[in-house]
């Protein structure tokens, strides 16, 4: 049972466009979500998160966005550049847990 | 400052073999969790300790599987009798102060192929 789904496993964007990643979840219990960016042979590095009482939360050229009610959340990155080409993972937390769950990932290339 | 160390980063092992896959978590950070990701899936949570107490190990597949923690920093991830399934890449990741929100340090990982 995959409690956190990325269904788009890659995107491929200009640089200077917007990046946008899609990431929905089933349990409703969630309440701190995540996403990290992996590059090849290196570990996941936390790149931004939200809590459940917010809807959006802003880093730069980094913002996600919460909707609750759709179990969904979205990593836009505006502007893209070529060093964000990686793989962008969605992950949450519930309660009192530091327990990640991570979904499936999406790779993303910038093109330049 | 250093991150978070794993070792070995690559281990073939013949099926049946035992393994040992050690991390050595940020210094001073008491938690430390285990996760295994698989081929183009995400990382899955295996197991969690707090210092040297193991709180979690619901995600640890089968009693295969042994972690440890003896004095509160450097983990051992124990797999007992390899089995082709088990080929995946072993992730450790420390958090400072044990607070569920905190941010978790992740190690580049060890790639496991059994044969």
């Known amino acids: 049972d995959q409690q956190v789904k990325q269904n788009s496993p890659s995107l491929s964007v200009q640089e200077g466009r917007i990046s946008i990643l899609n990431c929905d979840y089933t349990?409703?219990?969630?309440?701190?979500f995540l996403w990290y960016k992996k590059y090849p042979a290196e570990g996941p590095t936390f790149l931004i998160s939200i809590s459940s009482i917010k809807d959006k939360n802003e880093d730069g050229r980094f913002t996600v966005f919460l909707n609750k009610s759709a179990k969904h959340l979205s990593l836009h990155i505006v502007p893209s550049q070529p060093g964000d080409s990686a793989v962008y993972f969605c992950?949450?937390?519930?309660?009192?847990?530091?327990?990640?769950?991570f979904g499936q990932g999406t790779t993303l290339q910038v093109k330049p | 400052g250093a991150g978070v160390s794993q070792s070995p980063r690559y281990k073939v092992a013949k099926r049946g073999q035992d393994v040992a896959l050690r991390c050595d978590p940020i210094s001073g950070h008491v938690s430390l969790f285990w996760y295994q990701q698989a081929l183009g899936q995400g990382p899955e949570f295996l197991t969690y300790f707090q210092n040297e107490a193991q709180l979690d190990k619901s995600g640890l597949p089968s009693d295969r599987f042994f972690a440890e923690r003896p004095e509160g920093s450097v983990s051992t991830l124990k797999i007992q009798r390899t089995q082709q399934e088990d080929s995946a890449v072993y992730l450790c990741a420390s958090a400072q102060r044990g607070y569920p929100r905190e941010t978790q340090y992740f190690g580049p990982g060890t790639r496991l192929l059994v044969l």
């Open positions: 349990n409703s219990m969630f309440d701190y």
């Open positions: 992950a949450a937390k519930t309660g009192n847990t530091g327990k990640l769950i």
